[in-house]
Nanobody, 123 residues
Framework: QVQLVESGEGSVQAGGSLRLSCAAP?????????TGWFRQASWKEREGVGS????????RYAESVKGRFTISQDNAKNTLSLQLTNLKSEDTGLYYC???????????????WGQGTQVTVSS
């Protein structure tokens, strides 16, 4: 069974940084999969934050995070990461990683999801 496990939960002040990681030991071969990060605040629908396809040739970001967040992956370690910088209070939410063999970009149609890790930004 495929499991995605996020880590990196934290509370920071506005302007701070965090790094989220997603381990996916069951995704083999990992290089076949497209992955993404999503977030959901309690009062909002889940939204795509960043995505990267297999082969790392197509990276996408939501307009709200461009220039502040960076998505990357390590195929050898089956891990996906999201570097968050210059955090704002509106970045607060539960962050999920997702994976699928199909490239869905920022659309929430992925087949595999993690349980989420909380990011809280105080102003």
């Amino acid at each position: 069974q495929v499991q995605l496990v996020e880590s990196g939960e934290g509370s920071v002040q506005a302007g701070g940084s965090l790094r989220l990681s997603c381990a996916a030991p069951g995704l083999t071969p990992y290089s076949w999969y497209c992955t993404g990060w999503f977030r959901q605040a309690s009062w909002k629908e889940r939204e795509g934050v960043g995505s990267i396809n297999n082969g790392d040739t197509n990276v996408r970001y939501a307009e709200s995070v461009k220039g502040r967040f960076t998505i990357s992956q390590d195929n050898a370690k089956n891990t996906l990461s999201l570097q968050l910088t210059n955090l704002k209070s509106e970045d607060t939410g539960l962050y999920y990683c997702a994976a699928d063999r199909v490239e869905y970009g920022l659309l929430p149609w992925y087949n595999y999801w993690g349980q989420g890790t909380q990011v809280t930004v105080s102003s």
